[in-house]
């Protein structure tokens, strides 16, 4: 994994903050409306972004933490949230957002995450991710079991994340996603190191046109031991980003396949 620019991105303004939170929120109540006006502010703020800029200032900022409303039912560690470092990346892709609903639903997927050397998703509530690619359900529960060896630790851990359909603009399409630690995990290279607590957002949304392709923001809250400062922490997850949609962008183009 590469880190990128290790040092502090600029604060998100902080409409952009409480944005954020207020989808981390709102996913629970899965209201479309509310969800597609969240997302309706979140492209206003995108259209902003220079793209084509510096993943450290330009495409990446600090966000706000999380707190226990925010939060609502989601089960976690029950570790201080005050204690999470924060850091949110912009991206965009090329490829139409159907194309990007199939590699998120791989039950295997070590090809399309860099820095694991195991990754599957189960699906606790339905057969496999078949309904949430083609829309026939708006919404679906996974859960997660990988094995991450990047610069920092190498580690097993178990992530539930839930995604969401949401419609937004005039006829657009996104999916939003959320996932959480339910325990904290000790890494596993005899570093004495442990991932506290671990919260990411993710949202793939058409672009103003959605022929053109799609946005990306990532968000991670995370708390952890092995890291020495917040500015290696940010360039871990800003590198890890970048090269999560590079390979994003090549599974929905067909260059990486799951098997």
């Known amino acids: 994994m590469v880190l990128v620019g290790c040092r502090k991105s600029p604060e998100a303004p902080a ?14 109540t899965e209201e479309a409306d509310v969800l597609g006006a969240g997302l309706d502010s979140l492209d206003a703020h995108l259209r902003t972004v220079d793209m084509d800029g510096s993943i450290v200032d330009d495409r990446s900022w600090s966000v706000s933490n999380l707190s226990d409303e925010d939060l609502g039912d989601y089960a976690h560690p029950g570790r201080d ?32 995450n860099n820095g694991v ?8 509530e339905t057969e496999d991710g078949s309904c949430f690619v083609d829309r026939s359900c708006e919404s679906i529960l996974t859960f997660n079991e990988s094995v991450r060896d990047n610069a920092l630790y190498e580690v097993y851990l178990e992530v539930w994340k ?25 890494t596993t290279d005899g570093k004495d190191a442990t991932l506290w607590q671990n919260f990411e957002l993710d949202v793939w949304m058409d672009k103003p046109n959605p022929s053109d392709g799609i946005w990306r923001y990532y968000v991670s ?19 890890a980003a970048e090269t999560r949609y590079e390979d994003e962008e090549k599974a929905a183009g067909g260059e990486i396949t799951m098997e």
């Open 81 to 112: 949230l005050n204690d999470l470092i924060s850091i949110g990346v912009v991206g965009a892709e090329l490829h139409p957002i159907e194309n990007h609903a199939e590699y998120m639903m791989w039950p295997v997927q070590d090809n399309i």
């Open 15 to 28: 409409e952009i903050s409480d944005l954020t939170r207020f989808l981390v929120r709102e996913l629970q």
């Open 221 to 239: 809250w995370t708390e952890n031991d092995v890291a020495d400062s917040e500015d290696i922490v940010a360039g871990t997850i800003r590198g």
């Open 162 to 186: 839930s995604w969401h359909w949401v419609d937004f603009g005039d006829g657009r399409q996104a999916v939003v996603a959320f996932a959480w630690f339910e325990e904290s995990w000790p």
């Open 117 to 124: 050397v195991y990754y599957h998703r189960n699906f606790p």
